[in-house]
């Protein structure tokens, strides 16, 4: 990618979307594969959420690849190799990965889009961060009850920012106000 076009004052921010591009992009492929995983050991209602975690992912993939183009770069990821445990493991790896882009990864890119005076990335940043923040807590439950976790189950996702929720019981996505009909039924 060539820098020359990017304001100099963006350029951190666009290393930053280039990093959550790739990680989100990578998400979306970990949790495919262990939702493959988790229906294959009869967990459903767990394949389920990273079903929707995987779509959740793939929205802000989208999201962050719109505002790299919007600073003249090129939305690039390297899809790496994912280990697929068993699912109480694969669990375990996601509530870490969603745990550092919750506490970490976002806080800091926030942060640094703030200080930029970058409103896209702002966007797309604390969009994202919100949906990670209910990916683990529900990650979490979904481990604390796994044998529970048996049957099929629908979850929600924005089809907006990807905000997952596991009921639509409000007229606007709590995250980006697009009305509840933009949520998508995932099983």
């Known amino acids: 990618m060539s820098t020359s076009a990017i304001k100099p004052e963006f350029e951190t921010t666009l290393k930053n979307l280039l990093t959550a591009f790739n990680g989100e992009s990578n998400a979306n492929a970990k949790y495919t594969l262990f939702a493959k995983k988790a229906d294959e050991e009869g967990y459903g209602q767990v394949a389920s959420l ?3 975690a995987a779509r959740a992912e793939q929205i802000h993939a989208a999201n962050h690849g719109a505002v790299i183009r919007k600073l003249g ?3 690039e990821a390297k899809i790496e190799s994912h280990a697929v445990n068993s699912t109480r493991e694969n669990l375990k790896v996601a509530i870490a990965g969603e745990e550092y882009e919750r506490d970490v990864m976002y806080p800091d890119f926030i942060q640094e889009a703030e ?5 896209a990335a702002l966007r797309t940043f604390k969009g994202a961060l919100e949906a990670e923040k209910e990916h683990a807590r529900m990650y979490a439950q979904a481990l604390a009850t796994l044998d529970e976790k048996k049957g099929k189950t629908s979850y929600y996702v924005c089809a ?4 997952t929720v596991e009921k639509v019981d409000f007229e606007r996505c709590p995250v980006c106000q697009h009305p509840k009909e933009k949520f998508e039924m995932i099983n």
Do not use: L
């Open 73 to 75: 770069g090129t939305p």
């Open 50 to 52: 990273f079903r929707a």
């Open 160 to 163: 907006v920012c990807g905000y």
């Open 115 to 119: 200080e930029q005076k970058n409103s």
